[in-house]
Nanobody
Framework: QVQVVESGGGLVQTGGSLRLSCAASGSIFSIDVMGWYRQAPGKQRELVALITSGGRTNYSDSVKGRFTISRDNARNLAYLQMNSLKPEDTATYYC??????????????????WGQGTQVTVSS
């Protein structure tokens, strides 16, 4: 069993900053990719940024230059530093992890695990 928990959301003014954290725990062998997605009311969930275990990153065009994703492989943590926030960044942010896990003395996966989400609201 793997659990994913996000934290760090909140209310911020336009131009402000927030740092989101994602913690994965459980029977984890390794995490191939950790990513942040977001979903605004009435819209589909979209990719914000992802990072591989080797540190390669990918960002959506809408956040390039403003957001930075990072991770701590030893602690199964991921972060999203969000600067120069805009009202259009308002959404629920979800952490996604692609996990290889232990089960019955062997490594399985990778499987996708999602957190419950953390709300980010940017006021104009």
């Amino acid at each position: 069993q793997v659990q994913v928990v996000e934290s760090g959301g909140g209310l911020v003014q336009t131009g402000g900053s927030l740092r989101l954290s994602c913690a994965a725990s459980g029977s984890i062998f390794s995490i191939d990719v950790m990513g942040w997605y977001r979903q605004a009311p009435g819209k589909q969930r979209e990719l914000v940024a992802l990072i591989t275990s080797g540190g390669r990153t990918n960002y959506s065009d809408s956040v390039k230059g403003r957001f930075t994703i990072s991770r701590d492989n030893a602690r199964n943590l991921a972060y999203l530093q969000m600067n120069s926030l805009k009202p259009e960044d308002t959404a629920t942010y979800y952490c996604n992890t692609q996990v290889r896990y232990w089960r019955e003395a062997s490594v399985r996966g990778p499987n996708d695990y999602w957190g419950q989400g953390t709300q980010v609201t940017v006021s104009s």
